[in-house]
């Protein structure tokens, strides 16, 4: 089994914390970027991408802040992945940027990266932030 390497990016947008929060921490909100489709029931997410389906728990979020997914098993158990969205505000300039935290195989690092780079891309052209 592959070990997985945790890896951060961060992302510069134009954007409030308060509307780029309701595309990261909703259902109908992830579904314009992030997966094709996004159902949730309580906790559990379930993301959709063509025929492929993954679940995950949120465990934890703050308004306007940061929303924290771990993955979970086919028996809804929680894995040791998780990914995590934060949005982050300059005090002085008030740029947001959000801030991915990540786990992905070392062999497909640059993979993941890429992969991220074109979600938030379609995430800046959601929010207008292009």
Known sequence: MNVKVRYELEFPLNSSPQLLYQYIS???????WFADNVNSR?????FIWNDTEEKA???SKKT???????WVDENNNDTDLFFELR????EITKDVSLLVIDYADEDELD???QLWDNQ???LK??????
């Open 64 to 70: 306007g802040e940061k929303v924290k997914f771990r």
């Open 57 to 59: 728990r949120l465990t």
């Open 125 to 130: 052209h959601v929010i207008g932030s292009v």
């Open 42 to 46: 309580g906790e559990i997410f379930t």
């Open 26 to 32: 909703t259902p109908s909100g992830l579904s314009e």
């Open 111 to 113: 993979e993941a990266k």
């Open 87 to 90: 949005i982050l505000e300059d």
């Open 120 to 122: 938030i891309s379609d």
